[in-house]
């Protein structure tokens, strides 16, 4: 078997927006020798050639600061009239089915990518969406993750074909640019500039009235062909959380 990693690693990056930032503490080995003492071992007790344990402790990190899985929550309180889904509580087998990626690395930054986009695309491939699939949205943006303008570039989905996607019957989906919608900086400007209230945040707020989740800052997607893998992506457990940090993998027979 094949496995290509689809997330991005987790570390203290200095070009991540200050509410994204994760700090990491790493112990050396030395510093549990001592713990063990104080716990009551003496050192004349240890293992020969004992070093101690390394640890690490996670001292800030968002759940959507890294490769994540955004739950309904994050969308809406309600979800159809009812309470939304915390990401603790998403079916498990949402997470696990084959792959399809959509390939959009035509589209220019801030462009939406329509259900027309997406219908020409799965018809030149002759790709079937089948429920149960997980759809992987291809930007090309991954490229510019770790860097200053990761959060201000790529296209975003439009609400047209998120809903589309859903109706597939497509519980996950995912995007390798920083957000499922076009970027947050130019949501906020096209949004004053217009006086539209209706601008903000429009794929995301599908989940106000049809259940999904999708996942944010995928990473390699040009590893993978457009069809003929199984993804397997499962976030942390984090009860009552918006979303959960993923280890999102591609796998091949």
């Known amino acids: 078997m094949r496995i290509v990693d689809l997330s991005k690693p987790i570390r203290y990056n200095e070009t991540d927006p200050w509410f994204m930032k994760v700090k990491i503490r790493h112990k050396p080995h030395r510093k549990a020798k001592w713990l063990i003492r104080l716990l009551g071992l003496p050192f004349r007790l240890f293992p020969k050639h004992f070093e101690g344990w390394a640890d690490d402790t ?33 079916p498990l087998d949402w997470c696990y089915g084959p792959g399809v990626v959509i390939d959009m690395k035509h589209k220019a930054d801030f462009e939406l990518i329509t259900v027309e986009d997406i219908e020409q695309f799965l018809q030149q491939e002759k790709i079937d969406l089948l429920p149960g699939m997980i759809v992987l949205i291809k930007t090309g943006r991954d490229k510019f993750n770790g860097t200053k303008a990761f ?82 992506a499962f976030p942390l457990k984090i009860v009552g959380a918006s979303a959960g940090p993923a280890r999102v993998v591609a796998l091949f027979a």
Request: aromatic fraction near 10%; hydrophobic fraction near 35%; proline fraction near 7%.
């Open 151 to 232: 959060p201000y570039i790529g296209p975003g989905m439009s609400p047209e074909a998120t809903s589309w996607l859903i109706d597939k019957g497509i519980k996950v989906m995912g995007i390798d640019s920083w957000g499922w919608d076009v970027p947050l900086p130019y949501q906020i400007k096209k949004a004053k500039e217009t006086s539209n209230s209706e601008l903000f945040w429009q794929a995301h707020l599908v989940g106000r009235d049809k259940e999904y989740c999708h996942m944010e800052q995928l990473v390699n997607l040009d590893a993978l062909p457009y069809s003929g893998f199984t993804v397997a």
């Open 58 to 90: 996670i001292q800030k990190m968002g759940v959507h600061a890294t490769t994540h899985m955004d739950a309904p929550w994050h969308y809406s309180p309600t979800c159809g009239g009812a309470r939304s889904k915390t990401i603790d509580e998403i």
